[in-house]
């Protein structure tokens, strides 16, 4: 089965740095990406991580272990704007059925 | 940037009857779409995998004769809700992937259904 794990909500002050961790079982990888998703809004791409390490893109990094099934997107210098989902999901394989499972995300809170 | 559309954005319909909902990509071409519902304060849920010009692949428990998926075009896929019941009301968002693409989906704006 596939299973991706992620803290249901979190909180964190405006100016502030936050992790929002994730942890997958999955028949398969080849990638995981991280969306955010404001409420009543279609998601949007953030991040894609396919090889161990640290990505950074401004104010966003994601960091990938394969070894241990486990992603994080940090979030620094955290503005109001924020305050949203942010959805872990993983894509088990390539191919044709090139299908992504979302994790159930977590609901980030963002005061001033 | 890629774009998909979809419309409508929101759609309120009667018990029992039927809805159509389309998926469009405006400057791309995608052999593959992919159907999403999500329940208020819950994840993206995968309903179904469309190929163009194939039968949709449908994920464990969705009915397939409930939910009925054509891409008969490289740029268009419909989802028809067929004898929707209020239980269906739902946030249904469509994906794309584009022939050439590397590996992003491309995410449509989203329909919210209100079965009555």
């Known amino acids: 089965g596939q299973n991706i794990d992620q803290p249901t909500e979190m909180t964190a002050t405006e100016g502030a740095i936050v992790q929002i961790n994730c942890t997958y079982q999955t028949s398969g990888f080849n990638g995981l990406f991280w969306y955010q998703q404001h409420a009543g809004e279609a998601p949007t791409f953030l991040s894609y991580n396919v090889l161990d390490g640290l990505e950074e893109k401004g104010r966003f990094s994601s960091f990938l272990s394969r070894s241990k099934g486990y992603s994080y997107l940090l979030l620094k210098e955290l503005q109001m704007k924020d305050s949203a989902s942010y959805l872990c999901a993983v894509r088990p394989r390539l191919g044709l059925d090139d299908k992504i499972i979302f994790g159930k995300g977590t609901r980030l809170h963002i005061l001033p | 940037g890629a774009v998909v559309s979809q419309h409508p954005s929101w759609v309120i319909c009667k018990s029992g009857t039927s809805v159509k909902i389309e998926c469009r990509s405006l400057d791309f071409q995608a052999t593959t779409m992919f159907w999403y519902r999500q329940f208020p304060k819950q994840s993206l849920m995968l309903m179904a995998t469309?190929?163009?010009?194939?039968?949709?692949?449908?994920e464990q428990g969705v009915e397939k004769d409930k939910f009925l998926i054509n891409h008969a075009s490289l740029t268009l896929s419909t989802l028809t809700v067929t004898s929707a019941h209020p239980e269906d009301s739902s946030f249904y968002i469509c994906?794309?992937?584009?022939?050439?693409?590397?590996?992003?989906?491309?995410f449509g704006p989203g329909t919210r259904l209100t079965v009555t």
């Open positions: 469309s190929n163009e010009g194939s039968k949709a692949t449908y």
């Open positions: 994906s794309a992937k584009s022939a050439s693409g590397l590996y992003e989906q491309y």
